[in-house]
Nanobody, 125 residues
Framework: QVQLVESGGGLVQPGGSLRLSCAAS????????MAWFRQAPGMEREFVAA????????YYADSVKGRFTISRDNGKNTVYLQMNSLKPEDTAVYYC??????????????????WGQGTQVTVSS
């Protein structure tokens, strides 16, 4: 089974940028969607962004649209999340996930079968 390892989290000031990486232990099938979720203390895990397996199109939560970009480097078996114009409300543990959801279920964490361990992102002055 593919294993996922996130990196790139840290402390950043409001308005700053971070790039998260999700390295897979082996090349994932092209029929796998890759997604980022996040979970703040006391909150449920929420969808952030995803690359849909069939089209390769990207999808974003409204709260991050225009600020975050998800991308994939198949040669490095890595998925990235570029986060710009960060806000304090972006503070959370960010998780990378892999799965085969249908498009209408792309934002449901329960559909994804493989998860990384998470990386902490803290946005604070």
């Amino acid at each position: 089974q593919v294993q996922l390892v996130e990196s790139g989290g840290g402390l950043v000031q409001p308005g700053g940028s971070l790039r998260l990486s999700c390295a897979a232990s082996e090349r994932a099938s092209s029929d796998v969607s890759m997604a980022w979720f996040r979970q703040a203390p006391g909150m449920e895990r929420e969808f952030v962004a995803a690359l849909f397996r069939r089209s390769g199109n990207s999808y974003y939560a409204d709260s991050v649209k225009g600020r975050f970009t998800i991308s994939r480097d198949n040669g490095k078996n890595t998925v990235y999340l570029q986060m710009n114009s960060l806000k304090p409300e972006d503070t959370a543990v960010y998780y990378c996930a892999a799965g085969r959801p249908i498009l209408s279920a792309l934002r449901l964490s329960s559909i994804y079968t493989t998860w990384g361990q998470g990386t902490q992102v803290t946005v604070s002055s």
